[in-house]
């Protein structure tokens, strides 16, 4: 397996030369940030990003995200175009040498929380979600969410999440159907692997419906088109805030088919209620057992790409919430030390 780290890029206050320092940093996971959902990824952007991260020692073998348009998720006619240019947008960063392609299909928002910030005792601050907090946002009182309040006009936000909330789940779900039917083959042909992101947190918030939440889920999307290119990143931290997620067992069903391409491994605190707070990665300042985790992916032979998932902000550091260096590369060299000593307390795993 290869270890990876998540790279935003040439604003990104965390440089190429920092990450390559992290021990056993083998590449980064970026996407181009400046092309507008929907449009094609013109090949001399992807080969230019392909080049900086190379000059660095680095790797970009993944690419996180390749986001899917609003109109392929609201199932309108505009998605068959917006299909075909996400095809392009593959068979492009195939001809650059790219192998996977993380993506998800959340409606409106790819990821929620209440607070960017909530301080732990330590005085370190992390991402966090509140339930109340989030249920008592609503369309009469405005939502108003951290790290969205730019994103869109409330006008248009109100519209978007009123039309979701008469969609339900066989309806989203067709609609993924509908997407991976078109898309997996183009990527099978290009030899790149889809990989799913699961939803996060996985619930469904202001009456949307959210497909990509538990291993009943996965099962589903899996099967709609029964394809190793037609993956899965299976994220610790957005399934492990459901209790009810068994991530280790998710790890053994989906990996053992082929069908895990990128891991992310990060812990979260999580209550009964679905209160949750990111923590740092260690297993005993969190809900999960990362060694247990470690451990099933060790067992099932996974050879794909894994990165720290978000960290929290230690040691002083301001930058983008959830991606600053120092915790995520503490949480990196913990996964290594996991890593090395269950691959070598046994001799006959990969
Ligand atoms: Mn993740």
């Known amino acids: 397996m290869k ?14 030369q920092y990450i390559r320092q992290i021990p056993g940093m083998t590449g980064v996971v970026s996407a181009i940030y400046d092309i507008p959902v929907g449009e094609v990824w013109p090949l001399e952007k992807i080969a230019e990003l ?12 993944v690419i996180e995200s ?9 199932g309108l006619p505009s998605r068959d175009h917006l299909i075909d240019n996400y095809g392009q947008t593959l068979r492009n960063l195939a001809a650059c040498g790219i192998k996977v392609v993380c993506y998800n299909f959340m409606p409106v928002f790819d990821w929620t929380r209440s607070t960017l910030a909530m301080e732990l005792p330590d005085g370190s601050t992390t991402l966090a ?12 009182n405005g939502i108003s969410l951290p790290g969205w309040d730019v994103s869109y006009e409330p006008e248009t936000l109100k519209a978007l999440i009123t039309e979701y909330a008469q969609v339900d789940e066989a309806t989203l779900r067709e609609r993924l159907a509908y997407f991976l039917e078109r898309i997996i083959p183009v990527a099978r042909d290009a030899g790149i692997k889809m990989a799913l992101h699961p939803d996060d947190p996985p619930r469904s918030m202001f009456g949307m419906p959210r497909v990509v939440k538990n291993r009943e889920d996965l099962a589903q999307v899996m099967a709609m088109v029964d394809d190793p290119a037609n993956g899965l990143t299976l994220c610790s931290g957005s399934l492990g805030a459901d209790l009810g997620n068994d991530i280790p067992s998710l790890v053994r069903e989906f990996g053992s088919q082929g069908r895990i391409h990128f891991a992310h491994l990060r812990n979260v605190k999580v209550n009964e209620a679905g209160d949750f707070h990111e923590t740092a990665h ?8 990362m060694a247990e985790i470690v451990k099933a992916y060790v067992e099932t032979g996974f050879g794909g790409y894994y990165r720290p998932d978000h960290g929290r902000m230690i040691w002083g550091e301001t930058g983008k919430p959830g991606y600053g260096l120092y915790d995520r590369a503490l949480g990196a060299v913990y996964l290594n030390g996991l890593w090395e000593g269950i691959r070598k307390g046994m001799p006959t795993a990969q």
């Open 3 to 16: 270890m990876t780290f998540r790279w935003y890029g040439e604003s990104d206050p965390v440089t190429l």
């Open 50 to 61: 392909k080049a900086t991260v190379n000059a660095h020692g680095l790797d970009l073998d």
């Open 66 to 74: 390749v986001p899917v348009h609003e109109d392929i998720k609201r």
């Open 129 to 140: 979600f509140d339930v109340a907090v989030i249920e008592q946002a609503n369309l009469d």
């Open 282 to 289: 260690r297993s005993e300042d969190g809900s999960l057992d």
